[in-house]
């Protein structure tokens, strides 16, 4: 069991908990270790699970009867997704597979009854955090469909970016800081749809104007308001 449980902490799902209240829900939410590149969800096993990721980072994947994957979601610690009805939440055939070592908790549908509906303020957090996610691919669908490859990629890198950001923490704010996001080249391809060696062209050509840094399996952002006017291309 963790001492300290900043993942909770930092977690907007559990941000209207006091530090006590955190303390106590993190001794009895059940944990599960498991290794990267272990799959955690298939539509060939599919489970009522909710589950939410304490440590670590998960991708959710569509896979094609070719074998192509497109990835809809790369999730990091303090978020969560699963197949639970009665939160109207469901993987509609798409895998989950660890991207590096994770610490889960999986919740079954008596305890999201105990831990999370039982709780006002998590309820409403929960509906509040499935509604952005919503939004979010929308806003991804309509990218896909309605811009070209760099302005796809800079939209992708701002979005990913701004996850790292607190929800008080105004886009004008944290535009003008550096942030670095944890995707390589292959996850960026499988989301916006392209061949990895596109984005990397793409990656380059930003990193010549001087917009971001590369970094091995990270990328800095060092010019989001440069970034953004080429997503709004």
């Not at 944290?174 to 996001?181: F, H, P, V």
Request: net charge negative.
């Amino acid at each position: 069991m963790f001492s300290e449980p900043i993942y909770l902490t930092d977690a907007e799902l559990f941000q209207d908990l006091t530090s006590d209240e955190r303390d106590a829900l993190s001794e009895q939410m059940p944990l599960r270790e498991v290794e990267a590149e272990t799959v955690i969800y298939s539509p060939e096993k599919p489970t009522e699970e909710l589950i939410f990721i304490r440590n670590g980072r998960v991708r959710l994947f569509y896979l094609s009867a070719e074998g192509k994957i497109f990835t809809t979601a790369i999730l990091e610690a303090g978020t969560f997704f699963g197949e639970m009805m009665i939160l109207g939440q469901s993987l509609y055939g798409k895998y989950a597979e660890a991207v590096t070592s994770c610490t889960l908790c999986v919740m079954n549908r008596d305890d999201v009854k105990t831990f999370l509906l039982g709780d006002l303020r998590l309820a409403n957090r929960i509906v509040e955090m499935l509604g952005k996610r919503l939004a979010e691919t929308e806003r991804r669908l309509a990218d896909l469909a309605l811009q070209g490859v760099p302005s796809r990629i800079a939209s992708l890198l701002l979005l990913l970016a701004a996850k790292k950001h607190t929800p008080e923490k105004s886009e004008k704010d944290w535009l003008a800081r550096e942030s670095e996001i944890a995707c390589t080249h292959e996850e960026l391809a499988q989301m916006v749809g392209v061949h990895r060696e596109t984005v990397t062209r793409t990656l380059k050509k930003f990193r010549t104007s001087n917009l971001i840094e590369l970094r091995r399996g990270k990328i800095v952002l060092l010019d989001g308001e440069g970034l953004r006017r080429i997503a709004k291309d």
